[in-house]
T-cell receptor, first 111, second 116 residues
Framework: GQQVMQIPQYQHVQEGEDFTTYCNSS?????IQWYKQRPGGHPVFLIQ?????EVKKQKRLTFQFGEAKKNSSLHITATQTTDVGTYFC???????????FGTGTRLKVLA | NAGVTQTPKFQVLKTGQSMTLQCAQD?????MSWYRQDPGMGLRLIHY???????DQGEVPNGYNVSRSTTEDFPLRLLSAAPSQTSVYFC???????????????FGDGTRLSIL
């Protein structure tokens, strides 16, 4: 079945440093969503990418969808303590409503 | 708007007991899903529904039942609780067909379930 791998599992950065998490699917995706989960909270939707090679930006966050639609990345520029949390990708292969989540990258920002 | 409401927030069960986790949404969303989240892992899809009367299995459906008699409600039933089902359970809802525009999944606050 479809698998979605996410690396790294953990990342500790100094405040102001950049951060990137990578998501790789075993199958071609129809679209991919990114979520952020704060400790003790629930996942909150960040963005959805649909087109091959798509790049979207939200302030300091840059999201990319690979040309083959099998991988994606989230890059945060100049991290802040408010960026702390776990970032998940969730891939959909199309045809069904199944979203398979990656294992997440837990980001810790040191002030 | 309340969004997605899950009850209870916490529950402790004994092995073999049954219970129902409730999920309700007030956004008239067609799509609803149940996920479980274990420590250090992502969310795994248990069951999902694309509308009232229609449900399907996700990645880890064994030991769980669902039904969707109304658009608003999507309860998850544990038939005979086992320690391996200790987890945090999230319900999510979404409108329209994912992949055809920005249709985010809205998550509830979760139910923290412990099976002794």
């Amino acid at each position: 079945g479809q698998q979605v791998m996410q690396i790294p599992q953990y990342q500790h950065v100094q405040e102001g440093e950049d951060f990137t998490t990578y998501c790789n699917s075993s199958t071609t995706l129809s679209n991919i969503q990114w979520y952020k989960q704060r400790p003790g909270g629930h996942p909150v939707f960040l963005i959805q990418l649909v087109k091959s090679g798509e790049v979207k930006k939200q302030k300091r966050l840059t999201f990319q969808f690979g040309e083959a639609k099998k991988n994606s990345s989230l890059h945060i520029t100049a991290t802040q303590t408010t960026d702390v949390g776990t970032y998940f990708c969730a891939g959909n292969s199309g045809g069904t409503y199944k979203y398979i989540f990656g294992t997440g990258t837990r980001l810790k920002v040191l002030a | 708007n309340a969004g997605v409401t899950q009850t209870p927030k916490f529950q402790v069960l004994k092995t073999g007991q049954s219970m129902t986790l409730q999920c309700a949404q007030d956004m008239n969303h067609e799509y609803m899903s149940w996920y479980r989240q274990d420590p250090g892992m992502g969310l795994r899809l248990i069951h999902y529904s694309v509308g009232a009367g229609i449900t399907d299995q996700g990645e880890v459906p064994n030991g769980y039942n669902v039904s969707r008699s109304t658009t608003e409600d999507f309860p998850l039933r544990l038939l005979s609780a086992a320690p391996s089902q200790t987890s945090v359970y999230f319900c999510a809802s979404s409108s329209d067909q994912p992949g055809q525009g920005n249709q985010p999944q809205h998550f509830g606050d979760g139910t923290r379930l412990s099976i002794l």
